[in-house]
């Protein structure tokens, strides 16, 4: 009995395991999925289940960044090392593919997401901008969120309200920000602004943890509500996160976008949304790259 148990239950992993997909984040290069004599140019934001499937990386300017389940990987050519089977990508058994100087490595050997792409907050997307939704209030003059606005501390962030309010009021509103500290009641920002969009960009790394009350007149009467929290993460991994905001930031003064989308992945898939936000504007805006720009419709499309 205990035999059959076991086999129960490895049949089950097995099939949990291959029941997972691996949803491509960005191609560079020549990269093909090969499925017997089937072959397939792969493509950014592409998903694959085929489990007899290889990923072939066809010369040294390829690449794929992919994820798989709660795993963040960058695939990279070299000689003795460019087949990758979707069966081993799955089963975590990628060890004999290099990595740029190990950083990346050693990033994704620490990072592991916290949302798949299908997941959402207050019935929204991740992806959809700040991720601000209409909640269960009972004073309908009130856009009140159920879900704190995540953020890391030291990092600027974008929080665009635009879905939350009519389209109407959009053309002509001029919105009165006030964002205050829960404890305290210091004012982090206040002021009038006609775009629904906003930044705070002050440094809070020195304080052990920030909590934030948001409050956005949209008229007279009706406003939205919310707090922002900081995370708290060991040092080794905030260290490693710096390191790869420095490296997208120089990359964006560049053609390449690798270490950029790794990055604002990274913290879109933490549930740092709003920092994601800002800086892939910010990135955009220093070099207005085609990667970034079908990376950011496709997530806020």
């Known amino acids: 009995m205990r035999v059959f148990s076991c086999l129960i239950l490895t049949l089950i992993l097995i099939e949990s395991a291959f029941s997972q997909v691996v949803v491509v984040k960005q191609v560079v290069g020549n990269v093909e999925f090969v ?21 072939i990386l066809k010369d040294k300017n390829s ?40 950083f990346l490595d050693k990033f994704f050997s620490m990072f592991s997401v916290s949302h798949d792409d299908d997941v959402k907050i207050n019935g929204m997307m991740v992806a959809d901008k700040s991720g601000i939704s209409r909640g269960g209030f009972n004073d309908t003059n009130i856009i009140l969120l159920e879900e704190k606005i995540i953020m890391m501390a030291g990092y600027p962030l974008k929080i665009d309200f635009g879905s939350s309010i009519d389209s ?33 960009d002050i440094d809070t790394r020195e304080n052990l943890s920030t909590l934030w009350d948001i409050e956005i007149n949209i008229n007279s009467l ?37 270490y950029q989308i790794v990055f604002i992945e990274s913290l879109r898939s933490s549930g740092l949304l709003a920092n994601a936000c800002y800086y892939l504007d910010l990135f955009i805006e220093t070099n207005n790259n085609p990667k970034l720009i079908n990376y950011k419709d496709h997530y806020t499309k």
């Open 35 to 55: 499925v017997g004599e089937n072959r397939t140019i792969i493509k950014d934001f592409s998903t694959f289940s085929e489990k007899k499937g290889v990923f």
């Open 63 to 102: 690449q794929l960044f992919i994820r798989i389940g709660d795993k963040l990987d960058l695939l990279t050519f070299s000689e003795d090392k460019h087949r990758f089977s979707l069966i081993d990508l799955i089963a975590l058994k990628q060890d004999s593919h290099k990595k740029e100087e190990g």
């Open 168 to 200: 109407d009021k959009i053309e002509k509103g001029e919105f009165n920000i006030l964002v205050k500290d829960h404890w305290t009641k210091k004012s982090i920002l206040n002021e009038k602004i006609k775009e629904t969009y906003f930044l705070i």
């Open 222 to 258: 009706k406003k939205i509500k919310g707090t922002v929290k900081s995370i708290s993460l060991n040092s080794a991994k905030r260290k490693l996160f710096d390191q790869l905001k420095d490296k997208a930031i120089a990359e964006s003064k560049t053609d390449e976008s690798t």
